[in-house]
């Protein structure tokens, strides 16, 4: 199962666009990735979910380049609350999953 | 996206009781729930995967014993910790999906802390 590594933290403005990198460079085939927001005592929400390319939203991007060895979350004009702590989940489903989640990104956005 | 419910949203018990969980799928055929526990700033750790009418899948160092689960039905799982202990305070958070899905809907948790 691949190993997922981000960065622990980022700080950004209200307004600017934040972008939240995940390496799992070990990906399988058939995993997917998947990108959770999560607040305080809260369940995971989700955001985002791709396979390659690139998946756009109505609150995210997710691109994921053809060796699919990484993959970035982009949140576009962040505002204050856009501050949570954002997950980045590699699985794959195949008669059982196989889940890995990365140990979080806290996102912090100033006024 | 749909909703999963939990209850109670926190407990507080006495070291050696037992405490039961309960995972609801309010719109959706959840066949296969996940109970994850997290300690606080840390990620979500997944303890097992239950597929509905079946035993649970344990991750590696999860006691089977001490997390009792039950998928008895498509709304319904339930977490049974046996003979809580102070270090299993924790907030324990589930999620479901259907047949293969990819995207999990998590419930909104809940605190366990034992005294």
């Known amino acids: 199962l691949a190993k997922t590594t981000q960065p622990i933290s980022m700080d950004s403005y209200e307004g600017q666009e934040v972008n939240i990198t995940c390496s799992h460079n070990?990906?399988?085939?058939?995993?997917?990735i998947t990108w959770y927001q999560q607040f305080p005592s809260q369940g995971p929400r989700f955001i985002i979910q791709?396979?390659?390319t690139k998946v756009t939203n109505e609150v995210a991007s997710l691109f994921i380049p053809a060796d699919r060895k990484s993959s970035t979350l982009s949140l576009p004009r962040v505002s204050l609350s856009d501050t949570a702590v954002y997950y980045c989940?590699?699985?794959?489903?195949?008669?059982?999953?196989?889940?890995?989640f990365g140990a979080g990104t806290t996102v912090t956005v100033r006024a | 996206g749909a909703v999963v419910s939990q209850h109670p949203s926190w407990v507080i018990c006495k070291s050696g009781t037992s405490v039961k969980i309960e995972c609801r799928s309010l719109?959706?055929?959840?066949?296969?729930m996940f109970w994850y526990r997290q300690f606080p700033k840390q990620s979500l750790m997944l303890m097992a995967t239950?597929?509905?009418?079946?035993?649970?899948?344990?991750e590696q160092g999860v006691e089977k014993d001490k997390f009792l689960i039950n998928h008895a039905s498509l709304t319904l799982s339930t977490l049974t910790v046996t003979s809580a202990h102070p270090e299993d305070s924790s907030f324990y958070i589930c999620?479901?999906?259907?047949?293969?899905?990819?995207?999990?809907?998590f419930g909104p948790g809940t605190r366990l802390t034992v005294t």
């Open positions: 999620s479901a999906a259907g047949t293969g899905g990819y995207e999990q809907y």
């Open positions: 070990n990906i399988a085939t058939n995993d997917y």
């Open positions: 791709g396979y390659k």
């Open positions: 989940l590699v699985g794959r489903y195949s008669g059982d999953y196989k889940l890995s």
């Open positions: 719109d959706f055929q959840a066949t296969t």
């Open positions: 239950s597929n509905e009418g079946s035993k649970a899948t344990y």
